[in-house]
T-cell receptor, first 111, second 115 residues
Framework: QKEVEQNSGPLSVPEGAIASLNCTYS??????FFWYRQYSGKSPELIMF????GDKEDGRFTAQLNKASQYVSLLIRDSQPSDSATYLC???????????FGTGTRLKVLA | DAGVIQSPRHEVTEMGQEVTLRCKLI?????LFWYRQTMMRGLELLIY????????DSGMPEDRFSAKMPNASFSTLKIQPSEPRDSAVYFC?????????????FGPGTRLTVL
């Protein structure tokens, strides 16, 4: 089992819809969770981080964390074609500063 | 503030040649991470440093790869000799690792092609 799993996609949603991206992780002691967006040919760019169970909202983005079920998700409201990118989930296991990245989910927002 | 700086942005070399990639951390950050990204394997951590000390190099593929951090703000990743399978995008990322914050910020990457 991979340490951080994401569906590779592509996930296609129409413009204006809600895009839901999911990530599961295996290390139950993980403390910090991050979502990065990566446009083709560019470097990963931090969108959000979440440390506590529940929801965290930032503009059109909401991160949701459920440590009991070991998943973290990212919701993008009012999706725009400019949101089309690969979204990487990263998990920081306990006792270390390094991240474990998932392989990413490719999102396509259709105009 | 300037972000993470990497050079060169593109490197094309022939098999067997030495390749040196460079990275400058964000001012005030104390941790540096070298990653390699390919379509097949995604984003892989090669090595990370905290306060100039290598903490975990378990991701370094083999002895052909070496990394140094000669001072608090600069690091190099060297491949000698290079092989075609080393072709990838190499990113470095920096963070201000502390219990309160440990967000990593990525540089623009170096696209390496080994012929």
């Amino acid at each position: 089992q991979k340490e951080v799993e994401q569906n590779s996609g592509p996930l296609s949603v129409p413009e204006g819809a809600i895009a839901s991206l999911n990530c599961t992780y295996s290390d139950r002691g993980s403390q910090s969770f991050f979502w990065y967006r990566q446009y083709s040919g560019k470097s990963p760019e931090l969108i959000m981080f979440i440390y506590s169970n529940g929801d965290k909202e930032d503009g059109r983005f909401t991160a949701q964390l459920n440590k009991a079920s070991q998943y973290v998700s990212l919701l993008i409201r009012d999706s725009q074609p400019s949101d089309s990118a690969t979204y990487l989930c990263a998990v920081k296991p306990s006792g270390t500063y390094k991240y474990i990245f998932g392989t990413g989910t490719r999102l396509k927002v259709l105009a | 503030d300037a972000g993470v700086i990497q050079s060169p942005r593109h490197e094309v070399t022939e098999m067997g040649q030495e390749v040196t990639l460079r990275c400058k951390l964000i001012s005030g950050h104390n941790s540096l991470f070298w990653y390699r990204q390919t379509m097949m394997r995604g984003l892989e951590l090669l090595i990370y440093f905290n306060n100039n000390v290598p903490i975990d190099d378990s991701g370094m593929p083999e002895d052909r790869f070496s990394a140094k951090m000669p001072n608090a703000s600069f690091s190099t990743l060297k491949i000698q000799p290079s092989e075609p399978r080393d072709s990838a995008v190499y990113f470095c990322a920096s963070s201000q690792a502390s219990p309160a914050t440990d967000t990593q910020y990525f540089g623009p990457g170096t696209r390496l092609t080994v012929l």
